[in-house]
Every structure is written in C-alpha cells, then in structure tokens.
C-alpha cells in the first residue's frame, strides 16, 4: 500500500513538472508597444494584447481600435527561436506566417512574413516583414 502511494505521488510530480515543461517561453499576456509593418509604424495596435496560451493566441485590439480580434495557433522552436503561427481570423486568416522572435527579460519582439521567415528583426519598406515589439502585461 505504501509503495503505491509513493508510486502515485511520483506520478503526480512528474506529470506537473511535464504539463509545466510543455510551456513556451512566450506564454501568457503580452501588450503590443509598437509594430512595424512593410516598414512603416502602424500606431493603430499599440496598447494592444496578445495572449499565448498553450499552442493558441488571441490578438485583442486597443478600445478604441476598429481592427477586428485575431485568433490562432502557434508553433515554437526554442532553440532555434522561431515562430510559425497559423491565424484562424483576421488580415492572416488561413496562412502560415513564418516567424523569429527573441525574448530580452519582459520584452518580447517577434517579426514574421507571409512566406519566408525572416532573418532579423528589420522592416524595411517593401519587405512586407511585421515586427512587432511587446512587454509582458504583469
């Protein structure tokens, strides 16, 4: 009976510390400080929220933005520090953006294209590279 006990216990603790390993770096809220698209500064998302929450996202725009929310999926390599997120709504709705991003303490900067993923985090004018630039929301 002991043993038992002691085997679900070791249960337990392992399938916690497996659920807690299969989240990103990127999890939880995010607010949107800049983004920069095809180069030009798109002011109508700052203060906006991102939230990642397991392999899924939901963009919500500022009050007083007229931008619909956007939903989707996302993939992570952390070691390779790419993103691959798959919107189910919105401008993106049914593509595969391929993405970078990089993590500096709360201040999370990611940068994506419609068809090949970037190599930095620059969006020059006619790149059609997003860069989006956010701080974790406490």
């Keep these: ?14 399938a916690a510390t497996a ?47 007229k931008a619909p929310t956007t939903e989707g999926t996302f993939t992570v390599d952390a070691a390779k520090k790419t993103i691959d997120m798959k919107p189910s709504s919105g401008n993106f709705k049914g593509k595969t953006l391929l993405g970078v991003y990089k993590l500096d303490g709360d201040t999370l900067t990611i940068a994506f294209h419609e068809s090949e993923r970037p190599t930095g985090f620059e969006s020059k004018e006619g790149s059609k590279v997003v860069v989006a630039v956010m701080k974790k929301a406490k």
């Design 19 to 65: 659920a807690a390993d299969d989240k990103t770096p990127l999890e939880g809220k995010w607010t949107i400080n800049s983004l920069t698209r095809d180069g030009k500064a798109d002011d109508g998302m700052k203060g906006a929220t991102r939230v990642h929450e397991a392999d899924k996202y939901i963009i919500t725009p500022p009050k007083d933005s």
């Design 1 to 14: 009976m002991r043993t038992s006990v002691l085997a679900m216990g070791v249960a337990v603790v392992f």
